[in-house]
Each structure stands twice: as C-alpha cells, then as structure tokens.
C-alpha cells in the first residue's frame, strides 16, 4: 500500500508542475511558435546558403551530368581552368606567371591520368607521352622542364615571353585533346 501511496503523490506532483507550467508558461506559447518559426528559418536559410556559396550542390550537378553524359561538363571545367591561367599570365608579376605555368602542367596532367595513364609520378606519365597523342610532343616535354626548373627552384627567374611561349605550348596540346578552343 505504501508503494501505491508514493506512486500517487509522484503523480499529483507531476500534474501540478503541469498545471503550473501551463498557467506560466500558457500566454507565451504563441511568443514561443513566432520565435521557434524564424529560428527554423535562419536555420534552412543558412543551409541553403551554405549549399549555394560552397559549391556542393554545383559540383553535384556536374557529376550527374558527366556520369549521364548530358552536356560536357569536362570541357567547361578545364575552359574555367584555362581562362585562369590566362589571366595569371597577363599579371605584372614574375610569380604569377609562375603560377600560371604550373597550373598548366598540373592540368595536362589531370588529363593524362584521366586517359588512362596511371603511372606513379607526373614525369612518368610525361615520358609515356607520343607523339602520335601530342604532335608538339618535344615542345611539351622542354614545356614541362621549365616547369620542374620554377617547381624546384624558387630563384629561377623566367622572362614574360618565355612564360607565354610555355603557356602556348600547353595550350596546343590541350587543344589536341580538345578540352580546349
């Protein structure tokens, strides 16, 4: 009976805490419904911005897309790439162009390891090169060079017009892959 006794009371004092709770709390319910509406908002407001700026839902589209084969998603990537890398090499500074250069083997090589060269290292898959892939093959190779002189050596100086001339050399063999125009 005791057990029956301690079971009741803990229910009476539950439903009083309600019936308080209810008395403090009941005339700012609709306060709590307003405030609970535009937290909920920010809150799917911030996940749609996150969505948008961080690039997660385009870089979803674009894989769909490449994997269904509708549009060419490829070629408008490695164009974006290029179009950076023309800019850089229209900057004023030496380490721009140097960038510039190295953003443009690095693409080349992108690339190659997506045509199915897989060797270990860049320079292997450089040398797997023919010239029946690349017609500029030795361009490309003294092209590469120079960049594995500017990726060694932070003191290598390189003239505007050698930085172009690397430039343009990459370019041709990108256009024979025909990721580019």
Same mark, same amino acid.
């Given at each position: 009976?005791?057990?029956?006794?301690?079971?009741?009371?803990?229910?009476?004092?539950?439903?009083?805490?309600?019936?308080?709770?209810?008395? %403090?709390?009941?005339?700012?319910? *609709?306060? %709590?419904?307003? #405030?609970?509406? @535009?937290? +909920?908002?920010?809150?799917?407001?911030?996940?749609?911005?996150?969505?948008?700026?961080?690039? %997660?839902?385009?870089? &979803?589209? =674009?894989?769909?897309?490449?994997?269904?084969?509708?549009?060419?998603?490829?070629?408008?990537?490695?164009?974006?790439?290029?179009?950076? #890398? @023309?800019? $850089?090499? &229209?900057? *004023?500074?030496?380490?721009?162009? &140097?960038?510039?250069?190295?953003?443009? /083997? &690095?693409? !080349?090589? /992108?690339?190659? $390891?997506?045509?199915?060269?897989?060797? *270990?290292?860049?320079?292997?898959?450089?040398?797997?090169?023919?010239?029946?892939?690349?017609?500029?093959?030795?361009?490309?190779?003294?092209?590469?060079?120079?960049?594995?002189?500017? +990726?060694?050596?932070? =003191?290598? +100086?390189?003239?505007?017009?050698?930085? #172009? =001339?690397?430039?343009?050399?990459?370019?041709?063999? !990108?256009? =024979? %892959?025909?990721?580019?125009?």
């Amino acid at each position: 009976m005791k057990g029956q006794q301690t079971i009741n009371q803990a229910v009476e004092a539950t439903l009083k805490f309600r019936e308080w709770m209810i008395d %403090f709390f009941g005339p700012l319910l *609709p306060w %709590f419904w307003v #405030i609970s509406i @535009v937290i +909920s908002g920010l809150l799917f407001w911030g996940i749609v911005y996150m969505i948008i700026n961080t690039g %997660f839902a385009k870089k &979803k589209v =674009e894989f769909y897309m490449d994997k269904t084969g509708y549009g060419d998603v490829g070629k408008r990537r490695h164009m974006k790439a290029w179009h950076k #890398i @023309v800019h $850089r090499s &229209k900057e *004023p500074d030496q380490t721009e162009w &140097k960038m510039a250069i190295l953003e443009a /083997d &690095k693409l !080349l090589d /992108d690339v190659l $390891r997506s045509s199915g060269y897989n060797q *270990p290292s860049v320079d292997e898959r450089f040398n797997a090169l023919s010239t029946e892939l690349i017609s500029n093959y030795d361009q490309v190779m003294q092209a590469h060079a120079v960049r594995s002189k500017v +990726s060694k050596d932070p =003191e290598f +100086s390189l003239a505007h017009a050698e930085a #172009i =001339e690397v430039l343009k050399i990459y370019k041709k063999a !990108l256009q =024979e %892959f025909g990721l580019i125009d």
